[in-house]
């Protein structure tokens, strides 16, 4: 795939290259050792996964952990999640290069740049406004200029912008909201780990006319999904 969308992180200084071609080395080796052996096999997402700079999407003291396989805190009880699961839930949500995605507990931004790697247009929710405009300058400074990144109650999915191709909620739901399916076009369709507040598994809905089809695939824990169709209104505790 082209990486002309990611721009960010070039350097003109020996020391700047130096450093862009370890990240790099380390991103080659994550997709290798955490997603290719895991059985991620779609070589858009891969090539995505390649690509994308995920140690831009974390605090700077946390950069040279980016490319582990875990985790990481992002603040206000969120974290940036672990590579494989933004790789799985990319794979299952397949997005197309002329496709519209939503993104609902945006966080970081990290999903949302893999996303818009792959997509034609991005929009993405995030509840924690200090959390939206990090990732909005984040996003911004990598040179996805193909997502737009906004602050409220995403738990009913974003229907300005509806209908959409994927949807991939980046946050643990006791239940697939019933209005964010809605939004599906058709033979679009929606990720989200579904579960208590211990384990989820991945939910895929695709929409097909009138009918919807229900699969279940990785389990996973991700953090929870606030707001209204979620599981409360406030910011969970770290």
Request: glycine share 12%; proline share 6%.
């Amino acid at each position: 795939m082209d990486d002309s969308k990611s721009r960010g992180g070039s350097g003109t200084g020996g020391a700047d290259e130096d450093r862009d071609e370890a990240y790099s080395q380390l991103r080659r080796a994550m997709v290798l050792e955490q997603l290719v052996r895991r059985g991620i096999r779609d070589p858009r997402v891969l090539e995505a996964m390649s690509v994308v700079p995920r140690h831009r999407f974390v605090d700077p003291a946390l950069a040279p952990h980016a490319y582990e396989d875990r985790p990481l805190g992002i603040g206000h009880g969120q974290t940036i999640s672990q590579p494989y699961m933004v790789a799985r839930a990319t794979e299952l949500a397949a997005p197309r290069a002329t496709d519209r995605a939503l993104e609902v507990g945006a966080g970081s931004g990290y999903q949302a740049a893999v996303l818009a790697q792959l997509a034609a247009q991005v929009f993405a929710v995030e509840i924690v406004p200090e959390l939206a405009a990090r990732a909005r300058q984040v996003l911004g400074e990598v040179g996805y200029d193909n997502a737009t990144v906004d602050s409220f109650d995403g738990s009913g999915g974003w229907p300005e912008h509806a209908p959409y191709d994927v949807i991939i909620v980046s946050a643990g739901a006791p239940r697939i909201p019933a209005l964010m399916v809605s939004e599906l076009a058709d033979g679009g369709r929606l990720v989200i780990p579904v579960g208590g507040p211990d384990e989820q598994e991945l939910a895929v809905v695709r929409r097909e006319g009138d009918h919807y089809v229900t699969a279940y695939d990785t389990r996973c824990r991700y953090v929870d999904l606030q707001g209204r169709f979620g599981v409360g209104s406030g910011v969970p505790a770290a």
